[in-house]
């Protein structure tokens, strides 16, 4: 725990004691970042766990990704983003890709400023997201949610200094 308490303060950011939102109220912080687009703060990033999670089983546990949003951006734009992303780890079908672009753009409104966006992963069935702490939609597609949670947490995460915070430093190897 010491050593997220120093990554957290390097990073400015607060480390509760325990979740707040009713999606994440059995899980504990494991690790946080922020993502920052030209030295713009867009989101901080909190991975929420039953049982720690490292590089080679955080696709096969109960976790939650919280982002919470330091500014204003559109929920279609979210989604677009996040299937870009999502195709960095494998080959996704016209017509898959189609049908997750519809979800995720069902699932994410636009943001503004100190909105959360969070995922559950229910491994091998489901994604469930949640929007400020209130239930949104639920993608029953075991496929989506390894990808959607690899955004951040798989070896091809296009933000690999995240992706070590979140998975706590030397277990994101």
Not at 22 to 32: I, V
Not at 48 to 61: G, Y
Not at 130 to 156: H, K, S
């Amino acid at each position: 725990m010491q050593r997220r308490v120093c990554l957290a303060g390097l990073l400015g950011l607060a480390l509760p004691a325990q979740a707040a939102a009713p999606e994440l109220a059995d899980l504990r912080l494991q690790g946080q970042g922020q993502l920052r687009y030209f030295g713009l703060l867009i989101y901080a990033a909190r991975l929420w766990v039953r049982e720690p999670v490292d590089a080679q089983n955080w696709a096969s546990q109960t976790l939650a990704l919280e982002l919470e949003y330091a500014r204003s951006l559109s929920g279609k734009e979210i989604a677009k983003r996040s299937l870009v992303e999502m195709r960095r780890q494998a080959e996704i079908s016209s017509a898959k890709a189609s049908q997750w672009l519809a979800e995720m753009e069902a699932a994410f409104p636009d943001v503004q400023a100190g909105d959360r966006i969070s995922g559950l992963q229910e491994p091998g069935s489901a994604v469930r997201f949640f929007v400020n702490g209130r239930p949104q939609r639920r993608i029953a597609d075991a496929e989506f949610g390894r990808l959607f949670f690899g955004i951040w947490l798989a070896p091809q995460s296009s933000e690999p200094a995240l992706r070590q915070l979140l998975l706590g430093g030397a277990n994101a190897g």
